[in-house]
């Protein structure tokens, strides 16, 4: 156990023992402070922070007395310091967090300090997760070959991480090959309730924790409170600093009833999903209560809070209970920890007492008989639609991906309208009009049979509407047995009745942990969906990050050949485009039977109630209902094969990692050696020619506009991610620095080299820069040369001429995943300021932390409103206030256009706190810490 030297300040008198089974611990008593006992548990657990923190500079009484006196019908507008217990990462994010460390050893040297002082003061666990592609598939090798290539791309990352594991203090790495972050968070790295030493006593407190992937809130199903954030506030968290934040509000959501037969958690988390979002909880907390809590099982109450990003609260929790204690139990955890986690809860009022309802900001409430079978799609989590009307949904956005040919054949199919009165069907905005329309409408239907044969020899035909990727992945539902054990008992069905999968059907089975793979072995259904082509392929995200692999040749030359509008179906929570693979353009969410189901059928053009999957072997049609197990055979099978000794014997050495991990050669030393001539790991810019002193903050002058976007750009949009093309920027690098086509590998597995990344930001081939008419990718005008660009050379350009550069977006800019890079590309390329409608909470952060500004456009404005097209010059005034610690609550925007008129408007500074106000006078929040540190 860590020792640590805290404050003593306590003034409340909170400190007091709690004794648990003979053993006792300091803890610090929430009902000290009048007034906590009212809080939502979420507001509970922030207010034993700032207990346990305080100091009287950086956690005052003054901040627990607001929070105790929280008013929950009041904007936000009380800043607090949240420190959280621990962070967690995966590999994508977490190799440049090593990175950004392993450098800020070398500069804090640099500036007079001792590198030794560059070190986790939390603790700090990454999973490697993100690495795994699905290069083989549907064969029994399936596994070992994917792990094979993997360690060849990856082994420079592996062996820079394996020595981050040595060269620094309380920082573990889980190797490749065992499981999602997330799932391994709950079922092994999470704690329930902390204790460390602090001046010889043993003090408890709860767990907390952030993490450098935006479902890190999955944790919050076990009551844990945790959220998201960028890999530059993760790094400074890990070195002792707090986030920064708002007291938000909390959103209170009642849950009543039992989901009903053929519904399943996927459905309820997809119903949710659509509720909040329509609702508008960004940058809110979210607090299930109510009678039906205790009848959601912890693994759908992880399901549910993994999708807190895509209906963009910071933290969708439910409180501790005996479903939370049974599920750590289950999964291994000591029994006395599991006593101390049930005490600490009960001794502090944090025990879910379903008969006392907390005063909440906002109250919504689902009735789970009410929910019913649905997927979502075709671009967005947020968009739901029925299982019964998806036939008719995706006939009516096909046109949107792929017009009618002269020659095609054309059905006419009517679009039934959603009813008003239904609660969880779409309500229409003006952004989301293809889930449904207002009136019923004829909606032609294209078809573009084209002749495949496959390289077994087997002929067919592809169509637009067709699934070329069948896939099981994503934390969101792996770690749910309920969900996975029905796609198995869905598969054994339709083996016992001859169904197949489709041809042209790329299958894939990624578990979480080894743990689903054991369940399977033991309940006997291995055979049957390696029967239907989901073999093993990898413990990790696979297709739900965008590393899905290549189609087989001669399906991918068919679709671009044709261009043809295909459809994915995965299991995961990001359908966005561009994502999942270069060859689909059309994306559905679904839960893990339903992906099977689509298999069988093979196109979203498919009516799973009145069209048959197939004949058995007597020649009766076969549908879906047919094969669909029953929610009391999934439970029979939950409760014979799952046991707790699956979780003990896959966790209990879960850090030595395989014989490939064991027998990497690792560097040692304090400071890290680079290699000058890798590709993967490159000591970045951020703190070259930095000193103690801070550089004054300036106004911006004469700058261009690198990208004009519309609304929902997010961060996949942003950020590299996914293969990286021959003949782009990052690939021209590549290809320069002697790197063969085949071993390119992916955007996230070199996210340790700034070089690449630079150069694959805002280079996502669905992105539209609205500088361009009718492009899509990562191009832009170079207003030096008149001419189109790539953003990155239209960049490097301006940068060489030492013109400043803005960004001009619409709404809801910044949402998504991958948001460190988003945030560091965008900083790289030289821009000075981003300019939106409104932002996503992380995403915001993180371009101050980069010494990025964000502004928003006056209320009710956007470009086009105010008559701005891109082609301006702008001149931004009123920055310099930041540099006597006020932040301006707007700036003057000038836009100058090319006949000499202007256009004026005040923009809002989005700097929301002092922290941030700091973070972005010292060039970002790394030089914050170095800086501080360093004396």
Not at 10 to 20: C, G, H, I, K, Q
Not at 72 to 100: K, N
Not at 111 to 118: E, R, Y
Request: hydrophobic fraction near 35%.
């Amino acid at each position: 156990m860590r020792t640590a030297k805290e404050t003593q300040v306590d003034s409340f008198n909170s400190r007091a023992t709690l004794d648990v089974d003979g053993n006792s611990c300091e803890i610090l008593r929430l009902d000290a402070v009048e007034g906590i006992e009212k809080l939502p548990y979420s507001l509970k657990i922030l207010a034993e922070n700032l207990l346990r923190t305080e100091d009287g500079a950086n956690v005052t009484a003054d901040h627990i007395k607001a929070l105790a006196n929280w008013d929950p019908s009041a904007e936000p507008d009380t800043e607090i310091q949240f420190t959280p217990a621990r962070v967690v990462m995966q590999d994508f994010t977490g190799v440049p967090c090593v990175v950004d460390l392993a450098t800020m050893r070398e500069a804090v040297a640099d500036l007079g300090g001792s590198p030794d002082k560059i070190n986790p003061l939390a603790p700090a666990e990454l999973v490697i997760d993100h690495s795994v592609v699905i290069d083989v598939f549907g064969r029994e090798d399936a596994f070992e070959r994917n792990v094979e290539l993997e360690y060849g791309r990856n082994e420079e990352r592996y062996q820079f991480l394996r020595w981050g594991q040595g060269a620094f203090d309380d920082f573990k790495v889980v190797p490749p090959g065992t499981g999602i972050v997330h799932q391994v968070n709950i079922e092994y790295l999470a704690r329930g309730v902390m204790t460390r030493e602090v001046d010889g006593t043993l003090r408890a407190y709860p767990d907390t924790c952030v993490g450098t992937d935006s479902h890190t809130t999955m944790v919050n199903g076990l009551g844990v409170l945790g959220w998201g954030v960028g890999g530059i506030e993760a790094e400074a968290a890990m070195l002792g600093q707090p986030v920064s934040m708002l007291i938000p509000r909390v959103v209170g959501f009642k849950l009543t009833g039992e989901i009903p037969t053929g519904a399943t958690a996927t459905d309820v988390v997809l119903t949710i999903t659509q509720m909040l979002r329509e609702h508008g909880v960004v940058g809110k907390f979210v607090e299930f209560y109510g009678e039906g809590v205790s009848a959601v099982p912890l693994a759908n109450r992880a399901t549910i809070g993994n999708m807190s990003p895509e209906f963009g609260s910071t933290a969708a929790i439910f409180p501790i209970d005996d479903v939370t204690v049974d599920y750590f139990r289950l999964t291994g955890r000591s029994e006395e920890q599991v006593k101390l986690i049930e005490s600490y809860a009960k001794e502090q009022g944090l025990w879910h007492d379903p008969s006392r309802e907390a005063a909440y900001s906002e109250y919504l409430e689902l009735d789970l008989s009410s929910v019913v079978p649905s997927i979502a799609g075709p671009k967005r989590p947020q968009d739901r639609i029925q299982l019964s009307e998806a036939k008719e949904s995706f006939a009516a956005v096909l046109s949107n991906y792929a017009a009618a040919d002269e020659g095609t054949d054309l059905d006419e199919a009517i679009e039934e309208t959603f009813p008003a009165s239904d609660p969880i069907t779409p309500n229409v905005s003006e952004d989301s009009a293809e889930v449904a329309t207002e009136t019923p409408t004829a909606t032609k239907r294209a078809h573009k049979r084209v002749p495949l044969t496959m390289a077994d020899g087997t002929e067919t035909e592809l169509d637009h509407g067709a699934v070329v990727i069948s896939s099981i992945t994503s934390c969101t539902n792996t770690s749910n047995p309920s969900v996975m054990l029905a796609a198995a008992l869905l598969a054994r069905n339709a083996v016992e009745r001859g169904l197949k999968v489709k041809p042209w059907v790329k299958t894939s089975m990624a578990p979480g942990s080894k743990v689903v793979t054991h369940y399977y072995e033991k309940a006997g259904l291995w055979p049957a969906l390696e029967a239907l082509g989901y073999h093993l392929v990898g413990y990790g995200c696979t297709t739900c990050i965008g590393n899905s692999g290549p189609l087989p040749e001669e399906v991918s030359q068919v679709i671009n050949d044709n261009d043809l509008a295909v459809v994915s179906v995965l299991s995961g929570n990001r359908n966005f485009e561009g994502r999942i693979n270069p060859d689909v353009k059309m994306n559905y969410l679904a839960s893990p039977p339903l992906v099977i189901a689509y298999g069988l059928a093979g196109t979203m053009d498919f009516d799973f109630e009145t069209e048959a999957l197939g004949k058995d072997k007597d020649g009766n049609d076969v549908y879906l209902r047919d094969i669909w197990p029953s929610p009391d055979e999934v439970r029979e099978v939950m409760d014979s094969s799952i046991t707790q000794e699956m979780f003990e014997d896959d966790y209990a050495d879960v850090f030595a990692g395989d014989e490939r991990w064991r027998s990497l050669q690792t560097p040692e030393g304090d400071t890290f050696a680079w290699d000058a001539d890798s590709t993967y790991v490159r000591k970045p810019p951020y703190f070259e020619g930095m000193t103690m002193e801070l550089t004054p903050v300036e106004d911006i002058a004469g700058a261009r506009v690198l990208a004009k976007l519309g609304d929902s750009v997010t961060t996949d949009h942003i950020s590299p991610a996914g293969a990286i093309k021959f003949d782009s920027p990052a690939g021209k690098y590549l290809k320069d620095n002697g790197v063969e086509r085949r071993d390119f590998n992916s955007y996230g597995s070199r996210r340790g080299n700034h070089e690449v990344m630079i150069r694959g930001t805002f280079a996502n081939i669905r992105l539209r820069n609205q500088l361009l008419d009718g492009v899509e990718g990562g191009y832009t005008k170079n207003f030096l040369s008149g001419e189109q660009d790539t953003i990155f050379d239209a960049s490097q350009a301006y940068q060489e001429a030492d013109i400043p550069l803005v960004i001009l977006g619409g709404k809801e800019y910044g949402s998504g995943s991958s948001r460190d890079w988003a945030a560091k590309g965008t900083a790289l390329l030289g821009v000075k300021a981003v300019i939106t409608e409104s932002f996503e909470r992380i995403h915001r952060s993180n371009l101050i932390g980069m010494g990025v500004l964000p502004l928003q456009f006056p209320d009710g404005e956007n470009a086009d409103s105010l008559g701005l097209d891109g082609t301006e010059i702008f001149d931004i005034a009123g920055i310099t206030e930041l540099n006597d610690r006020v932040t301006p609550k707007t700036v003057k925007v000038t836009a100058t256009k090319e006949d000499g008129s202007t256009v004026e408007f005040d923009a809002r500074v989005r700097i929301d706190t002092p922290g941030e106000r700091e973070y972005f006078r010292n060039g970002g929040i790394l030089q914050y810490v170095l800086r501080s540190l360093a004396k």
